[in-house]
Structure formats: C-alpha cells, structure tokens
C-alpha cells in the first residue's frame, strides 16, 4: 500500500488561522469529491472555526480516564476502520493522555500515514524541536509539547499561513481567540508584539529554508547548473592569511543587506601535500564564520579559480568574495592572480567582490609562496626553453638587422634564465641546448653548419652553456629551499599547534580528526583499534565521507603502538608528510586516552560520591535513627512494665515521648529516602499551575503555630512548579530556620513577584553562615556549626535544593540585615499554556 501524503499547515502563533485553514481546505476537497472526514480538530470555542466543522464528517472520540477526570483524544482505530482518503488531524506536537495509543500524536499521525489515509494537520513554530531553546529565549517558557524538525520537513506539502503582530492582536482584543477573561493576561504576555514579531520571524526562516531544500532538490535532479539568484548566498575565498577575518566580516554585512543571506566561507588547498596555509589562521576563521552564523568549508583542489568557481557555482552562490592580491607589481608578470582569474570566469550569474586589505601589495608571505614548480609554470618553462629560441632566431635572422654574435648569446642567454625562473632546471638545460645549436647554425661563421672557425667563438659558446646550466641549477636549487622552508614552517605551526593542544588538553578527537583531513587535503580520516592481534578492527572516531573500517583500506596507514593505527582515504602522501602525520597519530591517540580516562574519572567521581553518601547513611542509621528508636522503645517498656504503677500524667507524658520519636523518625526516613531518589535521578516532577497562598500555609505543619510569620499577597501570579515537591522544598527550608532563630523570634516567610519569578523569601535571626560556608551547606549530610547529631542528619537543605532545582527553580541563601540567613526559593510564573481540558483551553496559549 503506497504511503499516504502529509500536508501541514504551520503558524507562528496560536490564532493565526491555521485550524480555519485546514478546515477550508477539507470543504474544497469534498466539492471536488474527495472522501474527506474529521479524526480529530479542536475548534477551541471560536465561533468562526466551529461553524467550518458543519458539513464535515466527524469520527467519534475515544474517552479515557485518568486521574479521576475523562479526556477525549484521536481514535486511530476508528479512523483506521474508516479507512478515508485524507483525514483532518489537529494540533500535530499535541501529547496524548497516558493510556493512549501512542505518546504523541504525530505518531497517530504516523500510522495514518503508512496505512495510506492522506493527512492533514496543523503545528505552531515554537512547538518544533531544534526551536526549543530559542523559543524559550524569546517567551521565558520551555514549550513541553514537541514534534521532532524531521517529521515535519518530510511533509509532502508546508503552507505558511501568516498574520501580522498587530492584525493577530487584533483579533485576539476582538475575542476571536480566547474568552473575554483571558484576552489582557494572553496581550500582555506571550502575545506581546515583540513575542510574535520574533515568533513570525522564526516561521518565515523556517519555511525559506525548506524552500531552498526543496530548491536544491530539484536542481540536482535536473542537473541545473545555472546560478538561480533565488537568496543571497555569498562565498569568501580564504588563503590562511590574516585578512581572511577581514573577508569573512565584510561578507557577514553584505549578507545582512539581504533577507536570509547565508555566509559561506572555503579554503581550497592543493592536493600534493601539505598546505601551505596557517592552522592557527585558519583555525580562527573557522570560529569567527561560525559565530557570525556562518558555514565553513575545506575544499581540495590544483586549479584554485576553477574549484572557488565549481564550489560556489555546486551551492548556488551568488556573490564572492576575495581579498586583493598580495603579489607585487612584478609579480603578475606570472600570471593575473586568482581574483582576476574568478572575476573574468564567474559569468553574468556571479558578482565577484575584491575587497582591499592590509597586506595588500605587500608581497606573498613566506608560507605562502610557491612551495613548488606549479605545473603550469613548468609548462610555460619548456615553451620558454624550446619554442623561445626559435622565435628568437627567427626574429634575429630574418626580421631585425645583424646585431652581433655577442648581443645575440646575451639574447639566447636572456632566454634561458626565463626558462629556468619559470620551470627550473631542465628547461633551463634544454633552453641552453637549442640555443647553443642555433647560435652555432645561424649565427657561428661558418653558418648553415655545426663547425666553428674561429676559437674564439668556441669559448664565447662554451661559457654560454656554462652561464645557463649555472643559472638553471641556482633557479632550480632556489626553488627547492623555497619548498623546505615552505613544508618546514608549515610543519613547524602544525606541530607547535599540536603541543599547544596538548598542554591546554583542548581539542576533541573529533576536531583533531577534521584537522589532519583538512591539513593532508584527504577525503577522510579515521583512528582505528582493536584489542588484540586477530580482533577485529573497531572504529574510535572518524570524520568525512566513507571513512576505512580496516588499514587495508585506506590510501595511508599509520600504526600506534601494536593495536590503534590512523587511516586515511583520497590519496597516497608523500614519504615527507609522513612526519607530520605521526605526529598527527600520537597526538590522536594521547586525546583518545585522555578522553576516556576522563569518563573513568567521572564515573570513579560517582562511585565515591556513591560511597560518601552510603557512609554517612550508614552513620546516620548507626546514631540519629537509632536515637528515637531508643526512645521509643524506653517509652513503651516502661508502660508495659508491671512493677512501677505510672499515674495519668506519667502515662500521657511517656505517650508524648513515643509520639515525638516517632515523628521525629518519620521525618529522618522522609529525608533520607527523597535524598536516595536524588541521588538515583527519580524524582520526576508533575508541573502546573499552582496558588503559593495554598502550598506554603501546608508546609508549616512541622514547625510550632507560633514561631512563623506569614506574608503571602493574594495578588501573587500562578507559579509553575511541582505542588508536591515545592511543600517539601518550604517545609525543610522553614524547619531549618526554626531550629536555628534564637527563642521568641519569629521566622518570617514571605512572597513577592519579580519579572518571570516568584521568591519565597525564609528570614531568621539565627548565627548566620558566612560566605565560605554558604555552598557547603547545601550538601547532603553538612550540619552548621557544632550541632549535635540529635538535631538531625544534615539532609533538610540539600533535599530542599534537589526538590527546588526539579522543578525548575533555585534556591540561595542570603544574609539577613541585622543578623541571621535569608533563603530565597524563586519558581517560575505559569504561563498561558494548554490546560488538561481541551474545555479550558483559551485559558492556555503556552504548550
């Protein structure tokens, strides 16, 4: 059965018209005869959206219970049976009641999907998975209802449906959205201008994105090479130099000017072997383009012009950007340089911007330079030195008057050191060659003959061979220290960067990976292992494409001790770059044993953390647990005792003692066992709407009527939190400042509002703590001072900060002014979210 199609309509906000839309669509494909039916779509009491419903067949709702109440949610089953053409589910991120079919219902969805049944559905941005944070960066709300960015992006069909900030606040004055009661907490909230400005954007950059895969989609399937100038995408060309943060700064404003520009910086590097770039530069550029929202990419490449050009033109760029060239005027006597080169061949489609630097003109760097004959430059050599000195000769004897046999040897001369500037010593050597022949044939007397006649003439030619096979092997030899001191320093920042790491301990083998591919200009790099030698061989950490899985298959393999070696695939390197490359390898696996001695360590961390915590349970149970125990026991034996005959009081005052032990016992186990869920990672918060005026006044029920002062406003927003565990949070933070305030003083517990927060403030006139022993006290088992061990077991603080911190909220102490310690327990205000009830719901806009 072939798939079915989603289609989703996607919103920046609730009430833009999402459901309404999804609702129209459904009443078009009816008229056009479509079977069409309702699974699930909450109209949320907008008269506008319900009055669409009519005409439309509604499948029936399953019913669940839970917690005492009924909810309604989607009844795949019934839909299923239903079998329709397309079906109208609302609400895509929604999580399903527990006891449901599925968790979420873009899973429903996905059942929908592979049984056939076309489905359309509607998702707000904020509720996407990768916006999480950013949404919570612009609201101040985490949003808990969620659906993964891959189920949407595999939607069939994605229609924006937008609405201005104002024209949606309109609507929501209007009451088109929520219930009159509802309309000043949602505007002064979450529908803030500012708030749906953001959220709009969001939305608009989404989809444009998804526009450009679709876009790019389409012209690998069409092998469109043409720039289609459909968003600006802009390439800067980096050389390792320093104006590299330069260019990638002037390209990041160029890409500002433009909605949705997309900055791509790349370094081409040669494919012989090491290149000839910084590391530390590039190293440096690579974070400034990706803080600047950029991409960075290493290409490999002989022909620099020609693979700057085939890489914008593969990404469908329509700017680049290159910095002017260092050369010095004599140097384009080589060639027009590589900005000149890409600004002829970019074509109409490709602006190419040449953007003036400091060390413009002021020459090529050492590193820089030519670390070899290029094989053009070789090329033009032998053309120099073969075709030049029959130019030369044909110019000589045929076109320009007798000058000389002298003046001709210096002309033939002149030639032979441009053949050996440009392609080293054998051209230089042939240049020589032909040259001494012609000389001797057109311009020796006899001429028209390899004889010699005069001696004289002899000598003039010998030394003129001398002078160029000189000259060739000091051009030659030039070029080849040039080359050395090239690869010298090249290695000699590779390394010193390696050692840098090495001290600092910084780079992950990850990073250290990507930096021997794009250093050896390999396609990819993977560090492999195995235990023993007929083990098989394991991967620890690879980057690039079809990384080896076994030595043999890589194009380089370098052995680490008996049982790790570093294989490389794309080409074979030179024996000189194999140095470096061990480097590379040792230093490979140095960071694979540092990373995971540092997982031992954390885990050996845990253990001891672990064990600390056994111990002092164990101590605990050994005294302070065996204490009210003790008296317990006392007490009950000396009412079943038959010798002593206890009168009424005695009675009442032995049953006072058991009362209190047991209390007292009830409240240790209490801590001991919510610090064990803690430390074990069970705890899991219930998160909702909660009164503080109700919560707080219950967690005074450990502490004497008389020894607090309550101070909650009744004005106070809703908070988010636990309601379970924000009592249990109070109730140890109050009783912990009872047993400290000196006798008579009253511990004062009040509330107040604060941007996004609500702060319990807990006030005493105790001893205080002081400043170095603030954190210490929130540890599990650290009592203050000289305490006894019968005031308790040192826990209430640290479980009111675990139970704090689950909730979301922090708690910090403080001093009092006047003496004495301030603990301030701040929660967050409940925003407008989806509530339980799908009745309710204009009361919610947050989840």
């Not at 089953?77 to 109208?88: H, I, S």
């Not at 205080?768 to 000289?786: C, K, L, N, T, W």
Request: with cysteine; hydrophobic share 45%; charged share 25%.
């Amino acid at each position: 059965m072939a798939r079915g199609k989603l289609r989703i309509y996607l919103g920046a906000a609730p009430g833009v018209g999402k459901t309404y839309a999804m609702l129209s669509e459904a009443h078009r494909r009816i008229e056009r005869g479509t079977d069409c039916v309702v699974a699930f779509v909450e109209h949320h009491h907008r008269p506008r959206t319900e009055v669409m419903l009519h005409g439309l067949e509604q499948i029936a709702r399953t019913e669940i219970e839970y917690r005492g109440g009924t909810f309604t949610e989607m009844d795949v089953d019934a839909v299923l049976r239903r079998a329709p053409a397309v079906a109208l589910v609302d609400e895509l991120a929604h999580s399903n009641i527990p006891g449901s079919r599925n968790t979420k219902r873009w899973q429903d969805v996905e059942e929908l999907l592979a049984a056939g049944v076309d489905v359309v559905s509607t998702v707000n941005i904020q509720h996407l998975e990768s916006l999480g944070d950013v949404v919570e960066s612009i609201t101040g709300v985490r949003q808990r209802e969620t659906v993964p960015d891959e189920v949407v992006r595999r939607a069939d069909q994605i229609e924006l449906v937008d609405m201005s900030p104002e024209a949606l606040r309109r609507r929501m004055a209007h009451g088109n959205i929520y219930k009159p009661d509802k309309v000043d907490a949602a505007l002064s909230n979450y529908f803030r201008p500012g708030n749906l400005t953001a959220l709009r954007e969001l939305a608009l950059l989404w989809v444009a994105d998804r526009v450009d895969e679709y876009l790019t989609e389409y012209r690998n399937e069409h092998q469109v090479s043409a720039i289609w100038g459909s968003r600006e995408r802009i390439v800067v060309g980096l050389t390792g130099g320093p104006e590299g943060s330069t260019l990638i700064r002037r390209a990041a404003r160029l890409a500002e000017k433009g909605a949705g520009g997309e900055v791509l910086a790349v370094y081409i590097s040669r494919s012989d072997g090491l290149t000839a770039a910084s590391p530390k530069e590039l190293a440096d550029q690579r974070t400034l383009v990706e803080d600047l929202g950029g991409s960075f990419h290493h290409v490999v490449g002989d022909d620099i012009p020609v693979a700057l050009l085939d890489f914008a033109r593969g990404v469908n760029a329509t700017q680049i950007v290159l910095g002017v060239s260092r050369r010095r005027s004599w140097q384009y006597v080589f060639g027009p340089g590589v900005g000149a080169t890409v600004a002829r061949e970019s074509g109409p489609d490709l602006d190419v911007h040449l953007i003036t630097h400091d060390e413009a003109g002021k020459g090529r760097l050492p590193a820089a330079r030519s670390a070899r004959l290029g094989r053009s430059r070789v090329i033009w050599g032998w053309l120099v030195g073969v075709l030049g000195p029959a130019l030369l000769t044909w110019l000589l004897a045929g076109v320009t008057p007798d000058v000389g046999l002298a003046n001709d040897m210096l002309l033939f001369l002149t030639l032979t050191v441009a053949a050996a500037l440009l392609g080293g010593l054998f051209p230089a050597l042939a240049s020589a060659v032909v040259g001494s022949l012609l000389l001797n044939w057109f311009f020796t007397p006899p001429v028209h003959t390899l004889t010699i006649a005069d001696p004289k003439n002899i000598v003039a030619i010998a030394i003129f061979v001398g002078v160029a096979v000189s000259v060739a092997s000091v051009v030659d030899l030039a070029a080849r220290r040039t080359h050395q001191a090239a690869r010298l320093r090249a290695e000699s920042e590779i390394l010193s960067f390696l050692a840098g790491n090495v001290l600092r301990g910084e780079t992950t083998l990850e990073a250290l990976l990507e930096r021997v591919r794009e250093t050896f200009g390999m396609e990819s790099v993977a560090l492999l292992e195995r235990s023993g030698e007929t083990d098989p061989w394991t991967c620890a950490g690879s980057v690039g494409s079809e990384p080896a899985r076994i030595p043999d298959d890589a194009d380089v393999d370098v052995p680490v001790g008996d049982h790790m070696a570093l294989s490389l695939r794309g080409r074979v390197l030179p024996a000189a770059d194999r140095r470096v490359l061990a480097a590379f390898a040792a230093q490979a696996a140095v960071v694979l044993d540092r990373q995971r001695l540092r997982r031992e360590a954390d885990r050996a961390k845990e253990l001891a953390e672990g064990n600390r915590i056994r111990t002092a349970l164990l101590a605990a149970v050994s005294h302070d647990l065996r204490t009210p125990l003790a008296g317990i026991k006392a007490a009950v034996s000396s009412l079943r005792s038959d010798d002593v005959e206890w009168s009424e009081e005695d009675q009442a005052e032995l049953l006072e003692a058991i009362e209190e032990g047991a209390d007292r016992l009830d409240h240790l186990v209490g801590n001991l066992l919510d610090m064990s869920r803690l430390q074990t990672g069970t705890v899991t918060p219930i998160i909702r709407e909660t009164d503080l005026d109700e919560v707080v006044p219950m967690a005074l029920g450990g502490v004497p009527e008389d020894s607090v002062e309550l101070d909650i406003p009744e004005t106070l927003p809703m908070v988010h939190v636990d309601r379970g565990l924000l009592e249990r949070a109070v109730a140890n933070v109050v009783e912990n400042a009872v047993k400290y305030s000196p006798p008579g003083e009253k511990v004062l517990v009040s509330a107040s509002a604060l941007g996004d927060r609500v702060e319990v403030r807990v006030v005493d006139r105790g001893p205080g703590v002081p400043d170095e022993a603030r954190s210490r006290i929130f540890e599990p088992f650290q009592r203050y001072g000289d305490s006894p061990r019968g005031v308790g077991v040192g826990l209430g603080l640290a479980v009111a900060r675990g139970f704090t911190e689950a909730i979301g909220g922090t708690l910090d102490a403080e001093d009092t002014p006047g003496g004495g310690l301030t603990m301030v327990l701040a929660v967050r205000t409940a925003p407008q979210r989806r509530p339980e009830r799908p009745e309710d719901l204009p009361a919610a806009v947050m989840s």
